[in-house]
């Protein structure tokens, strides 16, 4: 297996925290967040910070093909995996809210966000959820937070994620950036987390898991979120060109591997990879370019060479031969 990167993956992200002693407070998962789905690629996906010890690992929750939940304020974690049940099962949205705050014990304290796979969305905010609490919600996305600066702040995710051009996680990090900057969290920032799924796109396609990246305590979780997030976005293309490569897919792969290359191109693995899939899909000059790159980067790279069977056909190229000829120099 020549790839050794982890997928990282995850759709939303929110801003959640307490310090506070005591367990009412402790509870309180004080948060902004965006729940979103991305019509064309079929991704789903989450953002959340907040001065919260591992928000992530609380308040997102995304099936590929399913839909998306956000659940914070005095969160209710039922509601991530219940509420990716009942729409599966073919509720909306709006009608998922009614169920899960019919079935619970405090739904004044609750706070949520939902999309679904067909972009119908909701947002749901409980009377008992401390101030500035809201949301926003429309096709594809629903934005919420408790504990916040003020409304500025969901107002702000709202027009960042609606006019930032790219892809789904640009989106909402650019999201998340912009509520941090109109004020976010009134008590400060601790952790951060990003969500993306899409079927398939996990390593070696075997989850849906396509980024999934998180923060748990740092000073600034935004910048530190944003550093992880681009090798995420690497790593993302990188599995769906190797996961094409090994379903010996040779075109489709070759251009999600390109742009691998692109995004990283000092990554001596990645060249090693790329030099694999250009020789697969029948470019040996491509392919001698790209393990040169690889092996300068990293020489220990040449004892795999040497032995591997995918570059086996540049065996024979005096190139190749006096570039893995040398190793231990």
């Not at 004080?30 to 019509?39: C, K, L, M, Q, R």
């Not at 094409?244 to 999600?256: D, G, R, S, V």
Request: proline share 3%; hydrophobic share 40%.
């Amino acid at each position: 297996m020549k790839k050794r990167n982890i997928m990282f993956g995850i759709v939303l992200m929110l801003l959640i925290g307490s310090h506070s002693v005591g367990a009412d407070n402790q509870s309180n998962i004080a948060t902004f967040s965006i729940v979103a789905g991305d019509p064309v690629t079929g991704e789903l996906g989450i953002a959340v910070a907040s001065r919260f010890f591992t928000v992530g690992n609380v308040v997102p929750w995304a099936k590929a093909g399913v839909g998306a939940v956000a659940t914070q304020a005095y969160a209710n974690t039922s509601f991530g995996w219940r509420g990716l049940e009942l729409l599966e099962k073919g509720l909306t949205p709006e009608e998922v809210k009614t169920v899960l705050l019919r079935d619970d014990n405090d739904p004044e304290r609750r706070q949520f966000g939902i999309v679904g796979a067909d972009g119908k969305s909701v947002t749901y905010t409980g009377t008992g959820c401390s101030a500035w609490a809201g949301g926003r919600s429309g096709e594809n996305y629903a934005i919420q937070g408790n504990i916040l600066t003020g409304e500025a702040v969901v107002d702000a995710m709202e027009k960042a994620f609606l006019e930032t051009e790219g892809t789904l996680a640009d989106k909402l990090y650019a999201a998340l950036l912009a509520g941090e900057a109109n004020g976010g969290d009134s008590r400060g920032k601790q952790s951060a987390a990003l969500l993306v799924v899409r079927e398939g796109t996990g390593y070696g396609g075997y989850t849906d898991r396509a980024i999934d990246v998180r923060v748990d305590d740092h000073a600034e979780p935004f910048k530190e979120l944003g550093r992880i997030l681009k090798i995420a976005q690497m790593n993302y293309a990188w599995n769906e060109a190797w996961t094409l490569f090994t379903e010996k897919k040779y075109a489709e792969a070759l251009p999600h591997m390109e742009r691998t290359a692109k995004m990283a191109p000092d990554y001596a693995e990645v060249l090693y990879d790329l030099a694999v899939i250009r020789l697969a899909a029948g470019d040996k000059t491509g392919a001698l370019e790209a393990t040169k790159k690889s092996l300068n980067l990293n020489p220990k790279l040449k004892i795999q060479a040497s032995k591997d069977d995918d570059l086996k056909a540049l065996r024979e190229n005096p190139e190749f031969e006096s570039l893995i000829n040398d190793i231990g120099k």
